[in-house]
């Protein structure tokens, strides 16, 4: 067993994390996501409202979970899919086309990436956010 960060014994592979404790993270995670898509529509497409970007966010996680679940084991085609179909939210929910869609999702990498590093490096969060694939 080893002690984890909240000082509950938990055994190598299993999380140990309370149904509570997951939606915490699951809630700071989708935050942050949110963060991400805010700031890569306000470059992209001037868009400023971060609850439009927070349930984009929502529905990108849940829309990458399921085609994942469905799609995502095929081999070089399942991530592709699910990322077309994550890059498919995006361009539904943003002015622009396919191309304004991918350059908000490469933004909001970025800066997910970014905000990710620096709560990493003072200890606050692991290297994970739901809402933008890939981190």
Known sequence: MIESLAGVATVPGQSGAT?????????????????????????????????YALVTALIGAVV?????????????LGPLLVFVAYLAVINSRYPGGWIDAAAITIVAWLSVLIVLYVLALIGVTGFEAAGVPGV
């Open 64 to 76: 990458w979970g399921v085609i994942g679940f469905f799609l995502g084991w095929i081999p070089l």
């Open 19 to 51: 149904p509570v404790q997951s939606l915490v993270v699951f809630a700071v995670s989708l935050l942050i996501g949110a963060v991400g898509i805010y700031v890569g529509a306000k470059v992209i497409v001037d868009a400023e409202d971060y609850t």
